[in-house]
């Protein structure tokens, strides 16, 4: 069976309900973008440790769960990824705002963020950003300057 390579909101719910887990599909991404290099759209990428402590959240939630309706109803983005952009926070991460002295480690993590994670969605990462998220264009960080984030064309 050839793995699936979803991008969408409802690829990923629909390789979930053709019987895809997280675990293989989200590593694969992770690689995927471990994989793409200096990417300066990435400012942070989750370590395979900090994936599996989510995975592991994430499938004792499922397992609570009698059934697959169950389970769309208490975690409807179940294994969705998500990035965050560096200026928000994300509990035991640094969070820079596109400017290393500034940089904190988040004691908690955005309201936005808990509750993606409650709703069964996966973050992969921290993004960049215009410095301080004060310009029009991203172009002013120093982390490089990011290109079109389109997925690539099969």
Not at 37 to 54: H, K, N
Not at 95 to 119: G, I, K, N
Not at 139 to 148: C, Q, W
Request: glycine share 8%; aromatic share 6%; net charge negative.
């Amino acid at each position: 069976m050839h793995a699936p390579n979803p991008f969408t909101l409802e690829e990923w719910q629909q390789a979930y309900r053709d019987g895809a887990m997280p675990g293989p599909l989200l590593h694969e991404r992770r690689r995927q973008l471990a994989g793409a290099g200096a990417d300066p759209a990435w400012i942070l990428l989750a370590s395979e440790a900090q994936l599996d402590d989510q995975l592991t959240v994430l499938a004792a939630r499922a397992a609570c769960c009698a059934d697959e309706a169950e389970r769309a109803r208490a975690l409807p983005l179940y294994g969705v990824p998500f990035a965050v952009k560096d200026n928000i926070d994300i509990a035991g991460l640094p969070t820079t705002a596109a400017c290393p002295a500034f940089s904190h480690d988040a004691e908690r993590s955005a309201h936005a963020v808990q509750r993606l994670v409650e709703a069964g969605a996966v973050w992969l990462g921290k993004t960049n950003l215009d410095q301080f998220a004060t310009g029009l264009v991203g172009t002013r960080s120093p982390y490089g300057r990011p290109a079109s984030a389109s997925p690539p064309t099969a």
